[in-house]
């Protein structure tokens, strides 16, 4: 049976991957923050459906705590098949408000912790020339967004690190793709008001939101899949073609 490590799993996208993942017999380690009581609901939840799950609280910003998490998963599960880069926050500011300060902070939680956790995650996959590694990046990181500087900047790079880390793990046989995606209910876009809202819905071409679990089933094809790698998906209702 195999092993996922989703981070940010708790809430949102993440806890939408979780399910997916769990339910189609994968072991799953939540990785949380400061999500403890979600992340208790969601493992109670699945463990009722009699499925593997485990949950573990770290910071994936901090390589410490990330390594933590990668080798809790292995010894708790005896390896680790599968990685999904899901953790991130967002900052709505001006860019000439943004401080050092706010610039470090989204580097650190959206782009170094992709950084860690897939090195520390490869210490596995590697020598059994074998893995599947997905990154929740965004469609702000194909377009850009006015407003989202810092956020946009995390995402591309999420994107850049994808494309040329396919080249070089596929030769170990580990593929690596990003999910890119538009505008979707989570709690990042709460803040919306009901115009805004309609708004955006009137740009997009499919005319709606879309749904975690839209995200989830893009993730659990990749997954499943076996020849895409290197790829940036945006399941986006046709915003961005």
Do not use: H
């Amino acid at each position: 049976m195999a092993t996922a490590i989703v981070t940010g799993g708790a809430k949102g996208i993440g806890k939408a991957i979780v399910k997916q993942l769990a339910r189609i017999g994968i072991n799953v380690m939540i990785n949380y923050n400061t999500s403890q009581k979600e992340a208790q609901e969601l493992k109670k939840e699945l463990m009722q459906e009699g499925l593997k799950i485990q949950t573990y609280k770290a910071d994936v910003s901090n390589r410490t705590e990330a390594k933590a998490l990668v080798e809790t998963t292995k010894k708790e599960f005896g390896d680790i098949d599968i990685l999904i880069n899901n953790a991130g926050i967002d900052e709505w500011k001006m860019f000439c408000d943004i401080t050092d300060k706010d610039w470090d902070g989204i580097i650190k939680n959206n782009l170094t912790s992709v950084f860690y956790m897939t090195q520390e995650t490869l210490k596995y996959m590697v020598p059994k020339k074998k893995g599947c590694i997905i990154n929740i990046s965004s469609i702000w990181g194909i377009t850009g967004a006015s407003c989202e500087v810092a956020y946009s900047v995390t995402k591309a790079g999420i994107d850049a690190l994808t494309k040329s880390l396919a080249k070089e793990l596929g030769p170990s046989g580990i593929r690596i793709n990003s999910v890119a995606p538009g505008a979707i209910m989570t709690d990042m876009n709460k803040n919306l008001t009901k115009e805004e809202k309609e708004e955006i819905n009137k740009q997009i071409p499919l005319g709606k939101f879309g749904e975690p679990e839209d995200i989830a089933k893009c993730v659990k094809w990749l997954v499943e899949d076996t020849y895409t790698t290197g790829q940036i998906i945006s399941p986006n209702g046709g915003w961005v073609i």
